[in-house]
């Protein structure tokens, strides 16, 4: 009787045995876990901003609500944007244990990232224009962090080149602001809808933001739709800044080649996070009107406020005014975007709107403003 040997196991593993290749990472589970629960453990510290009412005597038919972004343990509207990056980079596998973060930003963000990035000991730098206000640089570097002063054309590119040069991350909040951010659920528009439930027009006409990176903005405009909601987006744009452009004349090319003097909003391009095809109607203000908004409002809070408050202000009360005029009843929403303190030295300094050129005109448009919306509507 003839026998014959079973067949011999391959000696190779069985993907080899069957030409596959396999790729592998190695990921840090413990430190995902333990970033992720720091995260949240922020997030249930942290409640919910206020929704402070304002009284426009020339537009009696319009209540005006200021969420006040402020009141965030990093001073702005920017927490909220920060924990998004922070959250999606660590998901992603980006943001790692030791590694450097960079980011490109006019203050406030950076801010708030050096915050985040101190919670979970990651060493941070941020790369800001030369004209950054001296109180954000000086946050910064309380959380820990390093700030990069450059002109302010370079600074995107001397973020990306600072990140490849420490092997580490560019946060890059221009182009993930709209994606790393929620739009559906647990942001900024549905706390506005969830907080004016009550109110006597519980849905707004309009909520006004400005657009920096455009994050914001979209995500407003974007929640509303969903929701389905008859409120619309108003975008306050400023004097240097190309956004108003590219909506205007649906250019996502334009460009404009001076730097913003608003800190927080205003770009010399329209953003990858901005989505104008989110927004309903968009004003672009001069910088001098903007920073008159400011004085009125803070006037009216009893606080300082900063600029981009100010432009957001502006532009809430020409549409309260444009519903007035036509016997519209109603509420707007906009933003307090950030505390006045961190512009002591610039916006809310004389010798500095001196220096600017923009001194008087900021006077005259504050008279302006003051005439035109605090008398009693005729």
């Known amino acids: 009787m003839i026998t014959t040997a079973p067949p011999r196991a391959s000696a190779l593993p069985a993907h080899e045995a069957l030409g596959i290749t396999i790729a592998q990472r190695s990921v840090d589970q413990d430190f995902i876990a333990t970033a992720l629960a720091v995260l949240d453990r922020d997030r249930r510290r942290c409640p919910e901003t206020p929704l402070l009412a304002l009284n426009l005597?020339?537009?009696?038919?319009?209540?005006?609500?200021?969420?006040?972004?402020?009141?965030?343990?990093?001073?702005?509207?920017?927490?909220?944007?920060?924990?998004?990056l922070f959250t999606s980079g660590i998901v992603a596998g980006v943001i790692r244990q030791g590694r450097p973060l960079v980011e490109a930003s006019s203050g406030s963000t950076a801010v708030s990232e050096a915050y985040?990035?101190?919670?979970?000991?990651?060493?941070?730098?941020?790369?800001m224009p030369m004209t950054t206000a001296r109180a954000k640089i000086q946050a910064i570097e309380a959380q820990g962090g390093q700030c990069h002063l450059v002109e302010p054309h370079r600074l995107y590119d001397e973020a990306r080149d600072l990140a490849d040069a420490l092997s580490g991350v560019y946060m890059d909040q221009f182009t993930n602001a709209a994606p790393a951010t929620d739009w559906r659920c647990d942001n900024i528009a549905s706390a506005i809808l969830a907080q004016m439930a009550g109110e006597p027009h519980a849905i707004p006409a309009w909520i006004v933001?400005?657009?920096?990176?455009?994050?914001?903005?979209?995500?407003?405009?974007?929640?509303?739709?969903?929701?389905?909601?008859?409120?619309?987006?108003?975008v306050a744009d400023v004097e240097h800044s190309a956004f108003y452009q590219g909506y205007r004349d649906q250019d996502p090319l334009a460009r404009c080649p001076l730097p913003s003097r608003i800190e927080g909003v205003g770009r010399p391009r329209v953003e990858p996070s901005f989505l104008p095809g989110t927004v309903d109607r968009m004003m672009k203000l001069p910088d001098a009107v903007s920073i008159a908004g400011m004085r009125v409002v803070s006037d009216l809070l009893g606080r300082p406020v900063g600029p981009?408050?100010?432009?957001?202000?502006?532009?809430?009360?020409?549409?309260?005014?444009?519903?007035?005029?036509e016997d519209r009843a109603g509420s707007i929403a906009t933003l307090i975007c950030d505390h006045g303190a961190r512009y002591a030295d610039c916006h809310h300094d004389r010798r500095w709107l001196d220096r600017q050129g923009l001194a008087e005109s900021v006077d005259a448009a504050e008279m302006a403003l003051r005439t035109m919306l605090l008398k009693d509507a005729e």
């Open 57 to 84: 005597p020339a537009a009696p038919l319009v209540d005006v609500y200021l969420k006040d972004e402020a009141a965030h343990p990093t001073g702005s509207l920017k927490h909220r944007l920060a924990r998004s």
């Open 116 to 127: 985040f990035a101190r919670l979970l000991a990651l060493p941070f730098h941020a790369v």
């Open 209 to 234: 933001a400005g657009a920096g990176t455009g994050g914001t903005a979209t995500t407003i405009g974007r929640h509303c739709r969903y929701r389905g909601v008859a409120t619309r987006l108003c």
């Open 308 to 325: 981009s408050t100010g432009a957001n202000f502006v532009a809430a009360a020409l549409l309260a005014l444009e519903m007035t005029t």
